[in-house]
């Protein structure tokens, strides 16, 4: 049997941000983490991408990202290096291949079950994010298209679209990202449900987690809700999304209303056809391991205080969205919610 006081489910930035300070309390504990390699969703995403902010200000707590040769804004693969190097750095204890399939309450512990055996620890930090759930909308006919469709989660470049009718669907930074890859070389259509709203141009992801945080901290302390980062726009104008948007190319269309076996069609009669569909519709948080715990709310979130789950105070959670701290599903903005979910748990722990 394997017995710790903490053990942190996920070892993408999230985990390791919460490694980070369990062990500068000197807390006792394991990550457990789904992937074979370091990474996290880093790992998967499209050839492409690019963070929306500079090296140094997507930086875990404790060590600056190195900026990137030759790019402002760091690639994917940039961020696995430096998630690898993080962990083997401060010699965080992920164990791997390791999936957890369900957390019970085991009387003064937590019992923690996985494909590979049993953990008991005092406590639990769920730090599983989003990538494993991607959402596709509920729109008529989807069944009946004969075309391709895929979600972000399956996106790696335009070259497998060469020449070929794509529509693109989503308004947020993952549409926006894909749609200005595919402006090139296909005949590109971009549904969004509403007309796309650009972050100004000199916002970075700096700035996101200013304004997060201010959000945060007039909630606390009773003010008027500032809005969030959503106040201020959907779409981050990432280098590739300007020069794609400034060219005229990301011209978006409403949301369509059926899919056909051919394309897809509006109420109004006009249609278009498709050779693919790709939804970058988003994702729902990782949570089917804490079913067990009975401790589900509305929209299908976990209600948490901080990161504190509600009725249940030996499970943290980190990363996912907004709702477990201002920015806690970016590289800048976990560090501090990490932080304090390490410092519930060692006075849960004395
Ligand atoms: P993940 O990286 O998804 O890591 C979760 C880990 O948990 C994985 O390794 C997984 O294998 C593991 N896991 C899942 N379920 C289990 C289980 N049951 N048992 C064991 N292990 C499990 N943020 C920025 O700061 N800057 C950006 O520019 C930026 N761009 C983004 C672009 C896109 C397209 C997306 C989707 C997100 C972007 N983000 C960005 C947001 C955020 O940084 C990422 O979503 C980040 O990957 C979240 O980290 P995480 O550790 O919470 O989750």
Redesign the pocket.
């Known amino acids: 049997m394997n017995r710790t006081d903490v053990v942190v489910?996920?070892?993408?930035?999230?985990?390791?941000a919460a490694g980070y300070h369990l062990r500068r309390l000197g807390i006792d504990f394991v990550i457990?983490?789904?992937?074979p390699e370091p990474?996290?969703?880093?790992q998967h995403?499209?050839d492409s991408?690019?963070?929306?902010?500079p090296a140094a200000y997507?930086s875990l707590p404790g060590r600056l990202m190195p900026p990137q040769a030759g790019e402002t804004?760091p690639e994917a693969a940039h961020v696995v290096s430096y998630l690898t190097d993080y962990e083997q750095r401060y010699e965080l204890p992920v164990v791997r291949p390791?999936?957890?399939?369900g957390v019970h309450r085991e009387g003064e512990l937590l019992r923690v079950e996985?494909d590979s055996g049993t953990w008991r620890a005092r406590a639990v930090v769920s730090?599983?994010?989003?990538?494993?759930r991607p959402f596709l909308p509920a729109i008529p006919g989807r069944t009946e298209f004969q075309g391709t469709q895929l979600h972000?989660v399956e996106y790696d470049s335009p070259a497998a679209f060469t020449g070929r009718r794509v529509i693109v669907v989503g308004g947020g930074?993952?549409g926006a990202?894909i749609a200005a890859d595919l402006a090139y070389d296909t005949t590109l259509t971009w549904c969004t449900l509403r007309e796309p709203r650009y972050l100004p141009d000199d916002i970075d992801?700096r700035a996101l987690f200013d304004h997060a945080t201010a959000r945060r901290r007039a909630l606390d302390e009773g003010r008027t809700d500032t809005g969030g980062v959503a106040s201020l726009g959907d779409i981050?104008a990432v280098p590739p999304v300007r020069v794609a948007r400034d060219a005229g190319l990301l011209k978006a269309q409403p949301m369509f209303d059926r899919i056909t076996p051919a394309g897809v069609s509006w109420a109004d009669g006009t249609a278009a056809d498709a050779d693919a569909i790709i939804w970058c519709t988003g994702?729902r948080p990782?949570l089917?391991?804490l079913a067990p715990l009975g401790l589900r709310g509305p929209r299908g979130h976990i209600p948490t205080t901080g990161t504190e789950a509600v009725g249940e105070p030996r499970l943290h959670l980190?990363?996912?969205g907004d709702w477990t701290g201002p920015?806690?599903?970016?590289?800048?903005?976990?560090g501090r919610p990490a932080r304090d979910a390490a410092r519930a748990l060692a006075g849960l722990l004395r």
Do not use: E, K
């Open positions: 489910i996920g070892g993408g930035q999230s985990g390791l457990l983490d789904a992937h990474g996290g969703a880093w995403t499209w991408l690019r963070l929306f902010s997507s804004y390791v999936r957890v399939t996985t730090a599983t994010g989003t990538w494993s972000t930074n993952s990202q992801g981050v994702f990782a089917s391991h980190l990363g996912y920015a806690s599903a970016t590289l800048i903005g976990v």
